[in-house]
């Protein structure tokens, strides 16, 4: 298997643009998990979800964030409008039934600078 | 609500030095517990877990044993490489209180850097 699949890699934006990050899980995971990491907060859990179905969305910041997961293969984290404290990487992992018990796989990450 | 205290870094050791990162933990429920490891420019992989109490998790020569009485679970190595250089991070995950959803909470990471 490919492991978790992220894109892009690197994403340099302005502030108040849209910026969308993707993610394929690994095929068969039924929980994906978005995470962001920063010096400063070190690596907080945004989302998950389980069989497609959003299940605690309590990590995420604001209004500004949202993700969706429309099939088992393919989830989405965007930021409309980005600010530049938003600037982080920004990890996306899928793990197996046990989910939280269960390994965590993590995709390389996105690197996100907003100018 | 849960948290995950690990020591402050940065830690610098010679090669086939000794190695401890101290993690210790607050949890309202019986958490399982996961060592993650992070190479420059990677994502982060599981290095070990223990799911109950004295349960002991090891992979690739690095072991921690899964403390209720002290709350902790402290990684150790016996003799360190350069290979080993990373940040480690500590991990809980449990129920929240007042909720049937999994927390999963990781400790700030702790840079190791091993010098030939």
């Known amino acids: 298997d490919a492991g978790v699949i992220q894109s892009p890699r690197h994403e340099v934006t302005e502030m108040g643009q849209e910026v969308t990050l993707r993610c394929k899980p690994i095929s068969g995971h039924d929980y994906l998990f978005w995470y962001r990491q920063t010096m400063m907060r070190g690596l907080e859990l945004l989302i998950y979800?389980?069989?497609?179905?959003?299940?605690?969305d309590s990590g995420m910041p604001e209004d500004r964030f949202s993700a969706k997961m429309p099939n088992a293969s393919f989830s989405t984290l965007k930021i409309q409008p980005s600010e530049p404290r938003d600037s982080a990487v920004y990890f996306c992992a899928s793990s197996g039934v046990a989910g939280f018990t269960d390994e965590q796989y993590f995709g390389p990450g996105t690197r996100l600078t907003v100018t | 609500g849960d948290s995950v205290t690990q020591m402050e870094g940065p830690v610098t050791l010679s090669e086939e030095a000794f190695l401890t990162i101290n993690c210790t933990y607050t949890a309202t429920g019986y958490p399982s517990l996961f060592w993650y490891v992070q190479y420059p420019g990677e994502g982060l992989q599981l290095l070990l877990k223990?799911?109950?109490?004295?349960d002991k998790g090891s992979n690739k020569g690095f072991e921690a044993t899964y403390r209720k009485e002290t709350t902790s679970f402290h990684l150790e190595k016996g003799s360190v490489q350069v290979s080993d250089s990373a940040v480690y991070f500590c991990a809980l995950s449990d129920r929240g209180s007042g909720g049937s959803n999994y927390k999963l909470t990781f400790g700030k990471g702790t840079l190791l850097t091993v010098n030939p």
């Open positions: 223990a799911t109950k109490a004295d």
């Open positions: 979800f389980n069989n497609n179905v959003p299940i605690d």
